[in-house]
């Protein structure tokens, strides 16, 4: 009897993977990140101020640095400073461009900190200090 279960429920989920093909799951998961975006609590307010930007293109200039801009994740400031190009498959949890510059993708840092999340996932807090690099 507990064989059958078992059965039962790896097919299952067989016949839901085969159902629900990895582009609709993919769309509940973008429409996810964008209800993260900004402001969160509604009210057009931002949780965080005073926060530094630096958008380092790593191919030897100069890299462009922005002060005092307020948002509520790294995605945000980098908008506020920045033309923003998202992948065309995976929309704004990959940055595919910045400025018009592709480089072979995008990283960020926060406070030093490379996170593993994407970006409009990734609270900042007051003085945080974000930096974009480009993937050499």
Known sequence: MEKEKIIIVILTGIIITAIVPPAVIYFMYQNTLLSLSNPPNGDGTYSAFNVTVTIDYN????????????????????????????????GRAYIWAINGYYGNGWR?????????????????????????????
Not at 115 to 124: E, G, H, L, R
């Open 59 to 90: 191919n030897g200039s100069s890299p462009a640095v922005f002060y005092d801009i307020k948002g509520n994740n790294a995605l945000d400031v980098l908008e506020a400073v920045a033309t923003v190009t998202p992948h065309p498959v995976y």
């Open 108 to 136: 960020y840092s926060v406070d030093g900190f490379f996170p593993s999340v994407a970006a409009i996932m990734y609270p900042i807090q007051n003085n945080s200090i974000v930096l974009w690099i480009a993937v050499a």
